[in-house]
């Protein structure tokens, strides 16, 4: 969940530090950060974003890695480039996408975004080349801070969902057209991080089929292409899958399982399962029935840092309201909204 906190320079910070290690005190035992961008070109989407471009992002870390550790938890570093959602980018005054179409809907006002999405560039094979790098360089800086594994952001209308989506990869080449194409940059992420990072450092990878600006797109070619997308997966080297949908419970097709259960079904890796989550009783089946390994909390983790704990010790729960994350989606105004809860 971006919290647009960090420093000018994008790196991590004290007030950041507090945010996380509440969540692993709170019971929580694995904390997947919010986006970090991946490089100094035009993986930026969000004014006062955190990044993982450099020795001294990385390292701006490693105090919240520490103290995630010695609380018993782990944390891995979710790594993400905007593409043609981008918001702000302090390094260049453009946006780059698969194919030059203007985003669906506006810039998000809580992440201090105003009006219309630029219309972005298409990318050249050189700009999917500087990418793809971009995200192996974030990968090991990741590792070298000590993070105990990365997740590629692939999901929620960021540059690898934006390739895989229908109408905003309008590529003729090697990179469009066919489902395989369109995931062939997935493909090619994995297999460059693979290529530095340690073999025992996890590496997973985030699928769903809504966006941040679109909330009806779902996959067009439905269960096939959970099939062929996860399979593909499978065979790429990543350790596990998360899936996030509006209610992780519900069938992602017509007639069909969960996104998370098909994932599951056709990758044969753990997955870790998102997706509207107020109460424990949601869980149950998911995991029981084997649709997920692992159930991760967004919007009401955010109410309830100490969710696993107010369960186990039946504490009534703060019901999530986007006033936590309003004006500004911040850790300063989501403490204050907290504080007055109490």
């Known amino acids: 969940m971006t919290r647009v906190s960090a420093n000018d320079d994008g790196t991590a910070n004290s007030q950041m530090q507090s945010y996380y290690h509440d969540f692993v005190k709170g019971g929580f035992g694995l904390i997947i950060t919010e986006c970090l961008y991946t490089d100094k070109a035009y993986s930026q989407c969000y004014r006062q974003q955190p990044g993982m471009s450099d020795y001294a992002q990385a390292e701006s870390w490693r105090s919240t890695i520490q103290g995630v550790h010695k609380e018993g938890g782990a944390i891995i570093a979710q790594l993400a480039h905007g593409g043609a959602i981008s918001q702000y980018n302090r390094y260049v005054n453009k946006t780059v996408a698969p194919s030059a179409v203007k985003p669906l809907g506006q810039q998000m006002t809580a992440y201090y975004g105003e009006g219309d999405y630029a219309l972005p560039t298409e990318m ?27 997740e590629i952001h692939g999901a929620n209308g960021y540059l690898l969902d934006q390739f895989l989506t229908t109408y905003t990869n309008q590529r003729q080449d090697q ?32 699928f769903s089929q809504t966006k941040v600006n679109d909330t009806e797109y779902r996959w067009p070619e439905g269960e096939a292409a959970a099939k062929e997308t996860f399979s593909l997966m499978g065979e790429s080297g990543v350790d596990f899958i998360h899936t996030t949908e509006y209610r992780l419970d519900k069938p992602a097709f017509e007639n069909s399982l969960s996104l998370a259960a098909l994932a599951k079904q056709y990758s044969g890796l753990p997955v870790i399962a998102n997706g ?15 649709h997920g390994d692992i159930i991760a909390l967004g919007k009401i983790a955010l109410s309830n840092p100490d969710w696993p704990k107010a369960i186990q010790s039946k504490k009534a729960l703060v019901p999530f309201d986007y006033a936590l994350l309003s004006p500004i989606a911040n850790i300063e105004n989501g403490n204050r909204y907290l504080a007055q809860q109490k």
């Open 175 to 206: 990179y469009g057209g066919s489902l395989s194409n369109r995931l062939r940059i997935h493909r090619e992420i994995i297999r460059a991080i693979r290529a530095v990072v340690s073999p025992d450092f996890l590496v997973g990878i985030r």
């Open 276 to 290: 509207g989550v107020d109460q424990p009783e949601q869980t149950e089946s998911t995991l029981n029935q084997g």
């Open 124 to 150: 050249s094979e050189q700009n999917i080349k500087d990418a793809v790098q971009g995200f192996a360089d974030a990968a090991l800086l990741a590792e070298s801070a000590g993070f105990d594994g990365i």
